[in-house]
T-cell receptor, first 115, second 112 residues
Framework: GAVVSQHPSRVICKSGTSVKIECRSLDFQATTMFWYRQFPKKSLMLMATSNEGSKATYEQGVEKDKFLINHASLTLSTLTVTSAHPEDSSFYIC???????????FGSGTRLTVV | GQQLNQSPQSMFIQEGEDVSMNCTSSSIFNTWLWYKQDPGEGPVLLIALYKAGELTSNGRLTAQFGITRKDSFLNISASIPSDVGIYFCAGAGGTSYGKLTFGQGTILTVHP
């Protein structure tokens, strides 16, 4: 089945630094990737939708200059949290889908802690 | 915007009992999905429903896509301790590659 690899699984960074999270589709080409943020025991909150080769579409209230998304290839999307602050600490999850397949596969998530 | 109302928010059951959870929406969805999430992990797809009225089983799991396309339920029979986790329903709109709308989740605890 479709596999999505997300890296790193955990990261601790200092306030003011930037962190990059990678999302890779291992055995299929992902035309669209989604980035979510999740707080403890809460549902997934969609942050942005990225289509390969074009700019990401951000949900209302999500700062596109803070959460930079790049989807340069059909198998890789990255989320960079710039100038991270403690309030950015959260669980970030990506998912990937391919046009016409109808499936949504999720990565295993990244626990970001900003100290 | 579209919203999914999932209930119950949490359940505490004994091993062996059956479980039922459901989602309702004010909008129509073309696809309903049920996911399970373990702590510190991403959601894993349990069942996908593509047709109104469709009833699908996956082992001890059974899910149905409501005939109005505005609701769905998930049943788990004979629960076991490893069923513990958070269960989410999710709906997708007109295209299979469109974004998902998630329910609030159901936290399931199974006592041995």
């Amino acid at each position: 089945g479709a596999v999505v690899s997300q890296h790193p699984s955990r990261v601790i960074c200092k306030s003011g630094t930037s962190v990059k999270i990678e999302c890779r589709s291992l055995d299929f080409q992902a035309t669209t990737m989604f980035w979510y943020r999740q707080f403890p025991k809460k549902s997934l909150m969609l942050m942005a939708t990225s289509n390969e080769g074009s700019k990401a579409t951000y949900e209302q209230g999500v700062e596109k200059d803070k959460f930079l998304i790049n989807h340069a290839s059909l198998t890789l999307s990255t989320l960079t949290v710039t100038s991270a602050h403690p309030e950015d600490s959260s669980f970030y999850i990506c998912s990937a889908t391919t046009r016409g397949e109808g499936g949504y596969t999720f990565g295993s998530g990244t626990r970001l802690t900003v100290v | 915007g579209q919203q999914l109302n999932q209930s119950p928010q949490s359940m505490f059951i004994q091993e062996g009992e059956d479980v039922s959870m459901n989602c309702t929406s004010s909008s129509i969805f073309n696809t309903w999905l049920w996911y399970k999430q373990d702590p510190g992990e991403g959601p894993v797809l349990l069942i996908a429903l593509y047709k109104a009225g469709e009833l699908t089983s996956n082992g001890r799991l059974t899910a149905q896509f409501g005939i109005t396309r505005k609701d769905s339920f998930l049943n788990i029979s004979a629960s076991i301790p490893s069923d513990v986790g958070i269960y989410f329903c999710a709906g997708a709109g007109g295209t299979s590659y469109g974004k998902l709308t998630f329910g609030q989740g159901t936290i399931l605890t199974v006592h041995p």
